[in-house]
DNA sequence: GCTCAAATGTATCCATTGGATACATTTAGG
DNA sequence: CCTAAATGTATCCAATGGATACATTTGAGC
């Protein structure tokens, strides 16, 4: 016999996804840490134990998470015509500063993780793809992963030393625009 | 009357120094978080209670090893003669890649704190100070704010993005040269 | 349609951890 | 000396990640 007239049907049916989902706007929304997982679960309605049919541990759904991170950064680059080096430098930029905590999620992950061994993961390889494409001028392969990795490494530092209050600037926008003046000023991207 | 004959007196003596050297040797030691306080308490020997009459909380002995943090990456930084922009950006490097765990938590601060608001702490500064002074090349105030910036930028992005795995060198010695040739062949630093 | 095993979610328990409060022991200044 | 302030201890608490055992659904094969 059917439990008395809940709403909620025992099986939640994609609660997975909904963890994701849910992770995900809370950091959009200025949390900077993940929440507790009885916190999570509680916001979709599940025990805290459900969660974790899905995930290995609280680590597990962190990695998750930075992957959705990846994807959603790679969906800001644009494709075709317009890949070019100083869209893909404006897409990176400005989803850090769109979505700072997400950020922050994405790159504070530990070696074995992700971002390395033995293969970064699909979306993030995804994001260094189109990045060797929009910055291959010709030049040989060596090269062009070195600038890449150069202003990678220029606009992912400014960022963070912005993000821990080095840069003291007065505002977002005025963080912004320093650290793609600097990038522009590198002559690593025309 | 005395207690009965214990080693250890009642006072420890000097137990705020104690926490920060004990926390600063097992960064060194290849820890990468931060000891529980009470893991940290049993290695000095007192009860995990007296270490907050030292710090307010946990993140205040986190901010406390920071800032022990940045006097060391001072102390890496020739003075005199010696203090050129090519040798500022070696003693930062250096560091980093000897103390990554000490380096990473040095970085993973919230703003409001010791880098930051109102005005960074005196360990913070004095590095700025001396990176400032030896980018200085005569150019107007702010080129060389600039500069400094974007050295300190790439550095710390660059040894963010090894750390994190993007780098996927071969080993530390290899991530070192790669960072290092990148900044020389960015004309920042001659 | 049925049945039963696999999938999914719940209830309950546990150890660890940061932190609070009350009390004990020293130390030092009048 | 004597006592108040400083320093350290004992003990308690709530939150949290995680483990184990059990309940509910679902669906694949008969």
């Known amino acids: 016999m059917p439990k008395s007239d809940s709403d909620q049907p025992y099986h939640h049916g994609s609660l997975k996804e909904a963890a994701l989902a849910a992770v995900v706007a809370r950091l959009r929304k200025g949390e900077e840490e993940l929440p507790t997982v009885r916190e999570l679960a509680a916001e979709i309605g599940v025990s805290h134990r459900a969660l974790y049919r899905y995930f290995a541990d609280k680590d597990a759904l962190k990695q998750a998470v930075a992957a959705e991170g990846f994807a959603l950064l790679a969906g800001r680059i644009p494709v075709g015509v317009d890949l070019t080096a100083l869209s893909v430098i404006d897409g990176f930029l400005r989803f850090a500063f769109d979505e ?91």
Chains 1, 2 share one sequence.
Do not use: K
């Open 100 to 190: 700072p905590s997400l950020y922050r999620l994405m790159f504070s992950l530990r070696s074995t993780a992700l971002l390395a061994e033995p293969v970064p993961g699909p979306q993030v390889r995804r994001v260094i793809a189109l990045a060797t494409q929009a910055f291959d001028d010709g030049a040989g392969e060596e090269a062009v992963r070195n600038r890449v990795f150069s202003a990678w490494g220029l606009a992912h530092g400014l960022f963070d030393l912005w993000r821990a209050g080095a840069l003291r600037a007065a505002s977002p926008d005025l963080a912004y625009d320093f650290i793609r003046a600097r990038i522009l000023e590198s002559g690593l991207v025309d």
